[in-house]
């Protein structure tokens, strides 16, 4: 018999009860922040940023410069290393996908040949693995009449001047015969006189008639000698030495009588004066120096190139970019190879540009990367070093 006694089960009908909406709305009410603890979150979030930002802008490991380009090279004389830079300076137009029309691949073409048989002595410098033996192997060849040094004015200072080039005498002469503009009896006079100043830049302007002359000047064969002056150089570090006749211009009203002609700057002011020139007739020079024909379209380019290879390494923080990078952002992000790019059109993704839309194409004419690096490691704006763990990065200096 169980002594456990139980309530009868009751048959009252239970309810069960609703909480009110106040009483529900309490575990969702937001709680009300501190200032400090609004002010502790957003610099734990700036904290973040700042360090992923700290992350991208590091400094590339250096573990030593690199000092010659081409270590891969073996060329024994500067006749090599010119044939090497004329014959690498201009990549090759792509057969497909390039871009460019027919008119625009033939002024591509055109703008190559036109070109002079031209190189810097700053790019023979950055491929030699010393630059006296190369000074010497210069001066020994254009005694012998097979290269000819070219020297323009105001064209950079140093190192980084373009204006200070080697050719060889034999395409330059070739140029001379193949021009349809000359006379043949003015061709074999313009050879004799450059056999006989082998080792000189300039020739008396009594070497030639004033006919002759002027013939020879619109050929591009001659240019008229200009008296040196000081303007800076667009490579020339900011100081005193790149300011050029502007400082004594700026200092000329203090020193000089007012309404003199010295007081606005003397000879030198016309030098920067929007137009230029004083009004009178330039008198003729007394030597002309040796040209070559579409110099300047050569320097032109020469520049350019190397101002936007610069701006680009500039770019970043430190001023020095990984090798790799500076090669795609020159050339453009274009296609890479055909079965990439196109199984990258198929899946719909980005494959890149066409050449004839980047700047490479549009302004410099598909000049190569590793041709403008070797350019301006050799004039010395720009130097490489090995990284370790990125393979070559560039610096400017």
């Known amino acids: 018999m169980s002594l456990h006694v139980t309530a009868p089960h009751s048959s009252r ?109 700053a790019h023979l410098d950055a491929l030699s693995p010393s630059s006296t033996r190369t000074e010497r192997e210069l001066v020994e060849l254009a005694q012998a009449g097979v290269l000819r040094r070219v020297l323009i004015p105001h064209r950079g200072v140093g190192a980084a001047a373009v204006g200070d080039g080697i050719a060889s005498v034999r395409e330059w002469q070739s140029l001379v015969r193949a021009h349809t503009g000359l006379d043949n009896n003015l061709k074999a006079k313009y050879i004799t006189l450059m056999d006989a100043n082998s080792t000189s830049t300039t020739v008396p302007n009594t070497s030639f008639l004033p006919a002759e002359i002027s013939s020879l000047t619109a050929a591009g064969f001659l240019t008229s000698t200009t008296p040196p002056d000081s303007r800076s150089s667009s490579f020339a570090s900011p100081g005193a030495g790149s300011l050029g006749t502007l400082a004594a211009i700026s200092s000329s009203g203090s020193r000089y009588a007012a309404g003199s002609f010295a007081a606005v700057g003397g000879a030198a002011a016309s030098q920067h004066i929007p137009g230029g020139g004083t009004g009178r007739r330039p008198m003729p020079s007394a030597h002309y120096n040796f040209s070559l024909p579409n110099t300047g379209s050569h320097i032109k380019l020469v520049v350019e190139a190397r101002n936007h290879l610069l701006s680009m390494v500039k770019k970043s923080k430190y001023k020095e970019v990984p090798m790799e990078t500076l090669r795609e952002r020159w050339d453009g992000g274009i296609l890479g190879k055909a079965e990439i790019a196109e199984k990258k059109k198929a899946r719909g993704e980005f494959a890149g540009v066409l050449p004839g839309k980047t700047k490479m194409w549009k302004q410099f004419y598909g000049l190569r990367f590793e041709w403008i690096l070797e350019e301006c490691v050799g004039a010395g704006l720009l130097e490489l070093f090995e990284t370790g763990s990125v393979g070559k990065a560039v610096r400017a200096i």
Request: charged share 25%; aromatic share 4%.
């Open 13 to 121: 009908i239970r309810k069960t009860r609703k909480s009110s909406a106040a009483s529900s709305l309490v575990g969702l009410r937001r709680s009300i922040s501190s200032p400090s603890s609004a002010s502790s979150r957003r610099k734990s979030s700036s904290s973040v940023q700042a360090q992923g930002h700290d992350d991208d802008e590091n400094r590339l490991n250096d573990t030593g410069v690199i000092a010659l380009l081409t270590e891969d090279l073996n060329f024994r004389d500067v006749p090599q290393f010119i044939e090497y830079i004329r014959n690498t300076m201009f990549g090759d137009i792509p057969e497909t996908g390039a871009g460019m029309n027919s008119s625009r691949i033939a002024e591509v073409l055109n703008h190559r040949k036109s070109l002079p048989p031209l190189v810097t002595v």
